[in-house]
């Protein structure tokens, strides 16, 4: 069993920031990623960023050099620093983590955190 928490959202004045943490828990002996995900009312799920096992990361266009992902000091732990916050970043954010098992990779998701920008 695996559990992810994120924490961090909140409300906040469009051109301020916040930082969103994640840390999964439980039978996890490798994850191949971590990464966020948000989703606005109304529309799909998106990839916000990522990053895998080596550190590799990748971000969604829209929030290339605003946005950072980052693994924390603990283990399976990751965090998002979020600036220059803008009011279409308001979503709810999901973490996601990669398991690996094997050959074989699960995918565990938080149950969101709310992010709400004002203009």
């Known amino acids: 069993q695996v559990h992810v928490v994120e924490s961090g959202g909140g409300l906040v004045q469009a051109g301020g920031s916040l930082r969103l943490s994640c840390a999964a828990s439980g039978s996890i002996f490798s994850t191949n990623a971590m990464g966020w995900y948000r989703q606005a009312p109304g529309k799909q799920r998106e990839l916000v960023a990522e990053?895998?096992?080596?550190?590799?990361?990748n971000y969604a266009g829209s929030v290339k050099g605003r946005f950072t992902i980052s693994r924390g000091n603990a283990r399976n732990t990751v965090s998002l620093e979020m600036n220059s916050l803008k009011p279409e970043d308001t979503a709810v954010y999901y973490c996601?983590?990669?398991?690996?098992?094997?050959?074989?990779?699960?995918?565990?998701w938080g149950q969101g955190t709310q992010v709400t920008v004002s203009s």
């Open positions: 990053i895998t096992r080596g550190g590799s990361t």
């Open positions: 996601n983590v990669l398991v690996a098992v094997g050959i074989n990779e699960f995918d565990y």
